[in-house]
C-alpha cells in the first residue's frame, strides 16, 4: 500500500509538473480588408486574452474601439466595435474584477466636438456597463490608463491648448468619474505607473511649439493630487536625440525608462534604456540593436525582477520592421532578444506577463491578414518562444493599391507599402507639390503580392510631398509629409 501511494504521488507531481511548464504559444492576426492595429492586451481569467486598438474595416464608420476575444490558443471567441460615425480609438486596457474590463481611448464621434477622452467597461462577453466622455471641448485624448490603489483610474495623454498639446492627466472614481484633471506644459504624457508612495511617475515626450523641440527623455513625478514634485530631462546635446515611451518603478525605488536613441548605439537608432534613483538622477543607461533603426514603445517589470522591451527591429528578423523583445535582468544586462514577423511589416506596441510566466505582445502586421494592417498577437513561452503559429491566407484584392506610408509624418525616412493582384510593371514616383519629380523609387517589373521600399529624404526640405502609384492600367497616389 506504502508502494502504491508513492507511485501515484509520484504521478500527481509528475502532472502537476507538466501542467505548470506546458505554455500554449502562437501568433495570430486579426482583422478585415482595411486597417486594424493592437494598442494593448490583458489576460483573460481563462488563459485566454482581450486584445483592444481600432478597426476601419468594421463598425459604425470612420475608426472604431477593436476589441477581440481569444481563447488560450489565440483562436477568437468574438469580437466587438465601439464608436459611430467618425474616429474611435482604443489605446489601453485595464482587467478589472469579476471578469469586467475598463477601456481607454479617445472619441470624436461622441462628446464635444473635439475629439474627447473615452472610456468603456465591458463584461466578459463584451456587452457595456458604461461608457463615459472626458473632455473640455478642445483636444484631449488618452494615451495610458492604469487602476489605481483607492479603486479609481489615473489617465495620461494630451489636451490642446491655443493649437499645442499640453500633458494632461485625469483622476477618476472607480465608475469613471472625473475628480481631477491637471493640464502642464508643453508635452505629450506617454505613459503613467502609481508609485510606492501613492504618487504618480510619467514620462513626457517633449514638444515646443515655439522654438526647436527638444529631443530628451523626460520623466515627471507627481505626487497622490498630481501636482509635480520634480520633473527632470536626460540625453546628449544634438544632433542626439533620446525619446522615452515608457517607465517602470524599480524595486529599489527608482525607476527605469525605455524608448530610443539616434545618433549613438550601433546605429540609426537604438532602444535605450535609462536607470535612475528615487530622485531621478541618472545611474546608467544602456543600448540594444543594429546598424538600422529600432525603437522601444513598451516596457513590463517582470516576476524574476527584470524587465521586458518592446518595439520593432529593422536590422534582425525577416522583413522590413519585425516584433521586437529584449529581456534584460534587473541591471539591464541582456537575457534574450526575439523577433516576430513575416516579409514586410511588425511593431509592438504592448506587452504583458502572463499567468504562466510567458508573454504577449500585441501591435500589427502587415506581412499576414486579410488587409492592408491587421491586429497581431504574439504569445511566447518564458523563453520568448514561440512553437505554432497560425497564419491566415493573406489576400491582396482585385486591383493593384497604394498604401499609407509609415511612419507619417517623418524625419529622415519612411516605408511605403503597396500591393497588387498580379505581376507586370509597377512605378512608384515621388513628386512635390508643385508637381516636380523629386524621386523614382520603384520602375520594373514586380511579381504578384505585397511589395515595400524604404524612402529616405536626404536633401529634402520640410513639406508635403505626393507618391504616385501605376500599376496595371491603374494609378493610386498618397500625401505625405516631412518634417525636419
Known amino acids: 500500500m506504502k508502494n502504491l501511494f508513492r507511485i501515484l504521488s509520484i504521478i500527481l507531481l509528475l502532472c502537476m509538473h507538466s501542467s505548470v511548464f506546458s505554455q500554449f504559444t502562437f501568433e495570430n492576426y486579426y482583422g478585415g480588408i482595411d486597417y486594424e492595429e493592437g494598442s494593448a492586451v490583458a489576460e483573460t481569467d481563462d488563459g485566454g486574452f482581450i486584445v483592444v486598438g481600432y478597426t476601419e474595416s468594421f463598425g459604425a464608420g470612420g475608426s472604431d474601439f477593436f476589441v477581440v476575444r481569444t481563447a488560450a490558443d489565440g483562436d477568437t471567441v468574438w469580437t466587438k466595435t465601439y464608436g459611430g460615425t467618425s474616429s474611435d480609438v482604443a489605446k489601453d486596457i485595464v482587467k478589472l474584477d469579476g471578469g469586467h474590463y475598463l477601456i481607454g481611448g479617445f472619441t470624436s464621434s461622441f462628446g464635444l466636438d473635439e475629439p474627447d477622452i473615452y472610456l468603456i467597461e465591458i463584461d466578459n462577453v463584451g456587452n457595456v456597463i458604461w461608457s463615459k466622455t472626458i473632455g473640455t471641448g478642445e483636444n484631449e485624448q488618452l494615451n495610458k490608463i492604469r487602476k489605481t490603489s483607492d479603486g479609481g483610474f489615473i489617465i495620461c495623454g494630451i489636451t490642446e491648448k491655443l493649437s499645442h498639446y499640453k500633458y494632461y492627466m485625469v483622476k477618476t472614481n472607480s465608475n469613471g468619474d472625473t475628480l481631477w484633471t491637471r493640464a502642464y506644459d508643453y508635452g505629450i504624457a506617454e505613459w503613467i505607473e502609481q508609485t510606492d508612495d501613492g504618487g504618480y511617475i510619467l514620462v513626457v515626450y517633449p514638444y515646443e511649439p515655439f522654438g526647436v523641440t527638444r529631443y530628451d527623455f523626460q520623466l515627471v513625478k507627481l505626487d497622490s493630487e498630481g501636482e509635480t514634485t520634480w520633473s527632470k530631462f536626460y540625453g546628449a546635446a544634438d ?213 515595400m521600399v524604404k524612402f529616405k529624404a536626404d536633401g529634402l526640405a520640410s513639406g508635403m510631398y505626393c507618391c504616385k502609384f501605376l500599376a496595371d492600367d491603374r494609378t493610386s497616389t498618397i500625401n505625405m509629409v516631412i518634417g525636419k
Open 239 to 451: 544632433p542626439v536625440h533620446e525619446i522615452s515611451f515608457a517607465v517602470q518603478q524599480a524595486t529599489d525605488g527608482g525607476y527605469l525608462l525605455a524608448g530610443r536613441v539616434d545618433g549613438y548605439g550601433a546605429g540609426g537608432s537604438d532602444f535605450l534604456i535609462l536607470k535612475t534613483d528615487a530622485d531621478g538622477d541618472s545611474l546608467w543607461s544602456k543600448t540594444f540593436g543594429g546598424g538600422e533603426d529600432e525603437r522601444a514603445f513598451t516596457l513590463i517589470k517582470t516576476s524574476d525582477g527584470g524587465y521586458l522591451i518592446g518595439g520593432y527591429t529593422a536590422t534582425f528578423g525577416g522583413g522590413y520592421f519585425d516584433f521586437y523583445l529584449v529581456k534584460t535582468d534587473e541591471y539591464g544586462d541582456s537575457m534574450w532578444t526575439r523577433t516576430y514577423g513575416g516579409e514586410w511589416q511588425e511593431m509592438v506596441f504592448d506587452v504583458k506577463e502572463t499567468s504562466d510566466g510567458g508573454f504577449a505582445a500585441v501591435g500589427y502586421t502587415l506581412s499576414y491578414g486579410a488587409g492592408d494592417y491587421d491586429a497581431y498577437l504574439v504569445r511566447t513561452n518564458h523563453d520568448g518562444v514561440v512553437t505554432a503559429i497560425s497564419q491566415p491566407e493573406t489576400s491582396f484584392g482585385e486591383r493593384p493599391e497604394l498604401l499609407q506610408n509609415y511612419p507619417n509624418p517623418f524625419n529622415s525616412s519612411t516605408v511605403i507599402s503597396w500591393q497588387s493582384p498580379k505581376a507586370g510593371w509597377q512605378t512608384l514616383i515621388i513628386y512635390d507639390m508643385l508637381g516636380k519629380e523629386v524621386a523614382t523609387l520603384v520602375d520594373e517589373y514586380r511579381t504578384a503580392g505585397r511589395h
